[in-house]
Structure formats: structure tokens, C-alpha cells
């Protein structure tokens, strides 16, 4: 009985390792373009050419034939492609929908521990490296799907009464006011309830929303 449940959790195990979503890309747009920043100083600018990295979700643009990664310090936020960007944690987060004062945000980036142990168990990766803050993002063909298959991970975070917290079950309930918890206990109980899926987040934050 013990072999056997070895085995299905080792199952199990593989497929939610299969299941991971996977990119060919290093950018989260196919191409660069058109993108008003939002600086820290208040002020927007305006790039021609911009796009955000899937490495640490940052900035990039272009000057001239090189591909430039901003310095996150100055950087508030960014609408671009229709989509409205804000940084959290020094990375570039969308705003996925907004309940009255509250709103929740995606970070999409490269899963790096399991790209490093994909890098380990495979030779068709190995000329990748993202050790260094100078890798070309330009000399890379986005577009091609080869055998370069990039783990891709979604970090979720609530703006909740002013304040950014990650989208966790702890990190929620000791935030929650009183009045909140069984309502919220409630929607996390559902059998459909996923920590990782937009809908459940959006209908999580509309019940602990005043």
C-alpha cells in the first residue's frame, strides 16, 4: 500500500511539473512597442519601442539596434498594448481588475529554479544564460519554438485598503478585519477555488471588499 501511494504521489508529482505553463519567448509582448512610462517623479514619458522582460519583469526598450533594460528605481508603472502595468517589488505587475478601492495584479517571470533544473537535465538550453544582467535579449529569436521551452510562474498580489500584499492564505487572513474571515474562509473552501486563477482571485477580493 505504501509502494502504491508512492507511486501516485510521484504521479501526480510529474504532472503538475508537465502541467507548468512554457514560453519560447523572453519578452512578454511578441513585439516591442509604443508604451507610456510612469515615472516616480510624477512625470510619463514616452518610448517608441518598449517591451518587459520575462527574466525579472522590467522594463525594456529600445536604442537604436540594442535592447536597454530601464533602471527600475525610476519606474512607477506603464500602459502599453492596451494594458496597464504598475511595479511592485521592482517588477512590472498588471492590473487585472479593480473592485471599488481594491484592485489585483499578475507578475509574470521566468520560473528560474525550474529553469536551472530544466538547464541541468537538458544540452538544448545550455546557451542560455541569465546569470548575467547583460544578456541580449535582441540576438535571440522571440519568435521561433524550438526546444527552448521556458517555465513561466504568475505572482498575484491584492491592493487591499492602500496596502500591496501578496495574494496568499496567511498573508490575507491576518490582514482581513474580523467581519471578513467567514466570508472569506467561505470562497478559499470551494471546490473551484484555485489560488492561481483570476476568476477565483477577483471573486476572493469582491467578497473581502467592503
Given amino acids: ?10 504521479f501526480c508529482l510529474s504532472l ?25 517623479t510624477g512625470k510619463d514619458m514616452t518610448l517608441a519601442f518598449a517591451n518587459i522582460g520575462l527574466k525579472d519583469a522590467n522594463l525594456l526598450y529600445l536604442h537604436g539596434t540594442y535592447t536597454m533594460q530601464a533602471n527600475m528605481d525610476n519606474v512607477a508603472g506603464m500602459d502599453i498594448g492596451g494594458r496597464s502595468f504598475v511595479k511592485i517589488e521592482k517588477r512590472l505587475s498588471e492590473r487585472l481588475d479593480t473592485v471599488k478601492n481594491n484592485q489585483l495584479f499578475c507578475t509574470t ?29 535582441s540576438t535571440i529569436d522571440l519568435e521561433s519554438e524550438d526546444d527552448r521551452q521556458l517555465p513561466v510562474i504568475h505572482i498575484f498580489h491584492y491592493r487591499y485598503k492602500g496596502e500591496i500584499i501578496k495574494v496568499h492564505e496567511r498573508e490575507i487572513w491576518r490582514r482581513l478585519p474580523k467581519d471578513k474571515r467567514h466570508i472569506y474562509k467561505s470562497i478559499i473552501s ?12 477577483v471573486q476572493l477580493l469582491k467578497a473581502i471588499t467592503d
Fill in 190 to 201: 470551494l471546490p473551484t477555488f484555485s489560488w492561481v486563477d483570476r476568476a477565483s482571485l
Fill in 16 to 40: 503538475a511539473v508537465s502541467a507548468q505553463e512554457q514560453t519560447t519567448k523572453l519578452t512578454l509582448f511578441n513585439n516591442f512597442q509604443p508604451a507610456i512610462v510612469h515615472l516616480t
Fill in 109 to 137: 517571470i521566468i520560473d528560474m529554479p525550474a529553469f536551472e533544473q530544466n538547464q541541468k537535465n537538458s544540452k538544448n538550453i545550455t546557451n542560455l544564460d541569465f546569470s548575467n544582467d547583460m544578456t541580449s535579449y
Fill in 1 to 10: 500500500m505504501q509502494k502504491l501511494s508512492t507511486l501516485i504521489c510521484a
